[in-house]
């Protein structure tokens, strides 16, 4: 059993900051990578980044500069800093984790947190 949960979504106005978290739990061997995707109403869900277990980061190019991702590997858990943010934003944020549990790799998907940005 593994479970993927996300906190931290809320209202912001244009301009301001908020940050995600996401935490892994269960019967984890190992974590390869964690990442967040995003799904805006009427859109096609967007990788938003990703961070691996060694630290390498890939971000979308249109929250670089804005964003950042971080992890706590003992902790099994991963950050989305998100600065300046732009209506565009709101979306719904997905979390994943790519999770080598017993003998298999998985990737789970934690519930999603609403991100609203006003303008």
């Known amino acids: 059993q593994v479970q993927v949960v996300e906190s931290g979504g809320g209202l912001v106005q244009a301009g301001g900051s908020l940050s995600l978290s996401c935490a892994a739990s269960?019967?984890?061997?190992?974590?390869?990578?964690m990442g967040w995707y995003r799904q805006a109403p009427g859109k096609q869900r967007e990788l938003v980044a990703t961070?691996?277990?060694?630290?390498?980061?890939n971000y979308a190019d249109s929250v670089k500069g804005r964003f950042t991702i971080s992890g706590d590997n003992a902790k099994n858990t991963v950050y989305l800093q998100m600065n300046n943010l732009k209506a565009e934003d709101t979306a719904v944020y997905y979390c994943y984790a790519i999770i080598a549990s017993l003998l298999k790799t998985n990737t789970y998907w934690g519930q999603g947190t609403q991100v609203t940005v006003s303008s």
């Open positions: 269960g019967s984890i061997f190992s974590i390869s990578l």
């Open positions: 961070i691996t277990s060694g630290g390498s980061t």
